[in-house]
C-alpha cells in the first residue's frame, strides 16, 4: 500500500487506548460520566461514499480531511470530544452533531471573508433595541427577544461555507472551511466565552486539517508518556 501522511495514525491513535496515562488526555475518557471517544474511530469510507456524500451537499472536501476519511477513519478519536463522524442516514449523509445539530444545508455556502463577517456583526450589533425607545417594558423585552433570536440565526450565517469537525464543550468548537479561498483552513470558535470566530495559525500561514490532527496525535501521545501520579 502506497505510504501517505495517514499511514500508521490510526494504529498510533488506537494504542493509546492500551496506555493508563492517555485517559488524561481530554476528551477521551469523560469525566462526567460519558464514553468520550476513547481513542476508537469509525471505519474508514470509500472513494464512492465520500463522492455521494460530496454530491449530496455540493461541497469539494479539503484533500487532507478527504484522505483522512478514506484511510484513518469516518471520525471518532480526535480533539476535544472527538471528530464528527459521517455517516450514511435515511436523510442521506449526515455529519454527527458536534455539541449542538450542524447546519448541512450551509455547507455549500460562499464562507464569509473577514470584511462581510465584521459588517454583518456590526449591524447587528447597531439594530439593538434599547429601552427607551419603547413606551413599556413588555414591547421593549419583545423586541429585544426578537433581536436575540436573530442573533442566533447569525451565528450560522457567520460559519457556512464550513463544517464543525469537533467540540470542547461549552460551545467552543473547531471548523473546516469547505469553500472560498480559506477552503482548507482551520478555524477556532470561542465566542461562546466573549472570544472570537478566528482561523488557527499565524496570519497568512493558515493550518489545515493535517497539522491541526496530527499536532493532537503527538500532543496525545506526549501526554500518555508522563507517569501517573498515584495517591497515598
Known sequence: MKATIWSGVRERVEALARVDEAQRVFGAWDPDGGAGH?????DPLS???VAEAEAQWGVSLPTEY???LLDVGAGGAGPGYGLSILRRTDAGWLWSNVDRGLRHDYLGLPFLSGEERWRVLAEHDDR???QSGFDGEEAYFAAYSAWMTAGDELSDLVT?????????GCGYCYWLVLTGPEHGAMWRDDRPGDGEF????EPHTPVGFARWYLG????????ARRPLRRTR
Do not use: C, D, I, N
Open 38 to 42: 476513547r481513542f476508537r474511530f469509525a
Open 47 to 49: 472513494e464512492s461514499e
Open 66 to 68: 478527504r484522505s483522512f
Open 128 to 130: 439593538q433595541p434599547l
Open 160 to 168: 457556512r461555507g464550513a463544517l464543525k469537525l469537533s467540540h470542547e
Open 198 to 201: 478566528s482561523p488557527l495559525g
Open 216 to 223: 493532537w496525535v503527538e500532543g496525545a501521545e506526549t501526554t
